[in-house]
């Protein structure tokens, strides 16, 4: 049985591309309430890992649970309760900045999407460029608001795989 | 890996798909009992007199503008014996920093031990 403060329960992962194996057994716990880093060199699983317990890759081997529900078995339980935000920022460009965030309010069923978004862009400073075309942006400003967009619904659980590249 | 410093509360090294440590900012550092300190004097030729006269026991000596590295384990023994050996040299030391492994150091030394065990 998992306890309760267990947010992230990873049993013997293991994966492997064709004949490389990638993942060699990882057991992980991570509780509620804590900032986890997973530190390694280029090409040692980070981005692996953290897509299986995203659920964008199956896994070999092993149990992965995110909140008590199987990233294989009950995905779409699990993309309820994360966000990721990855290496490059996924931004429409063709949005505003506000249509980016409330468009994702509105995919995670919130009641108050509109008012989210707004207190969100005022939290990464983007309130006024938040009607101009992402596509207008800097880099830093689609990186604040792919920020922002992790952080809309307040999911229980958030990946940042490099939320600082650029 | 600052950021991973300054906010985890707990981290996680990963090492050819292997978890190789894992544990709080400070329970990693621990691993490394070594740090440095840093031996900073006013006159450039004091580096050289105190880099002559540490050499022979300290094995890692780092040199640099005014300023002295030397590795040690970190006890306040090893601290003491140094400075007493510069005091009886009459070189005198304007500054003395104890300064603790980062985890960068912790980082590399354990990844380099990995490819180490590896090749062996």
Do not use: W
């Not at chain 1, 897509?51 to 995905?75: A, H, N, W």
Request: aromatic share 4%; net charge neutral; with cysteine.
């Amino acid at each position: 049985m998992m306890q309760t403060n267990t947010v992230i329960s990873v049993n013997g992962l293991e994966k492997s591309y064709k004949n490389l194996k990638v993942l060699k057994k990882i057991d992980l716990t991570v509780q509620k309430g804590s900032i986890f880093a997973l530190l390694g060199s280029n090409g040692a699983g980070k981005t692996t890992t953290v897509k299986i317990l995203t659920t964008l890759l199956k896994p070999d081997k092993g149990k992965v649970e995110i909140c008590g529900f199987d990233v294989v078995r009950q995905s779409d339980r699990v993309r309820e309760k994360i966000s990721l935000t990855g290496q490059y920022a996924a931004v429409d460009p063709l949005l505003t900045g506000r249509e980016n965030l409330r468009m994702i309010g509105k995919l995670r069923h919130l009641p108050d999407a509109n008012k989210k978004a707004d207190e969100l862009l005022e939290q990464v400073q983007l309130l006024d460029a938040a009607d101009r075309k992402v596509s207008t942006y800097s880099g830093g400003m689609r990186r604040r608001l792919d920020l922002a967009m992790g952080l809309i619904g307040n999911p229980p659980v958030i990946f940042f795989d490099e939320p600082t590249t650029g | 890996m600052e950021e991973a410093e300054q906010l985890a509360d707990q981290i996680a090294i990963l090492h050819e798909g292997k978890i190789v440590a894992e544990g709080t900012p400070t329970q990693l550092k621990k691993l490394l009992p070594r740090g440095h300190i840093e031996l900073k004097f006013r006159h450039e030729q004091d580096v050289h007199r105190a880099h002559d006269i540490l050499g022979g026991d300290y094995v890692n000596l780092h040199r640099e503008h005014h300023m002295l590295k030397v590795t040690t384990d970190g006890s306040i023994k090893q601290l003491t014996a140094i400075l007493n050996r510069l005091e009886h040299a009459g070189i005198p030391v304007d500054e003395c920093l104890q300064k603790q492994p980062t985890l960068e150091d912790v980082f590399l030394t354990i990844i380099g031990e990995n490819y180490e065990r590896a090749d062996a």
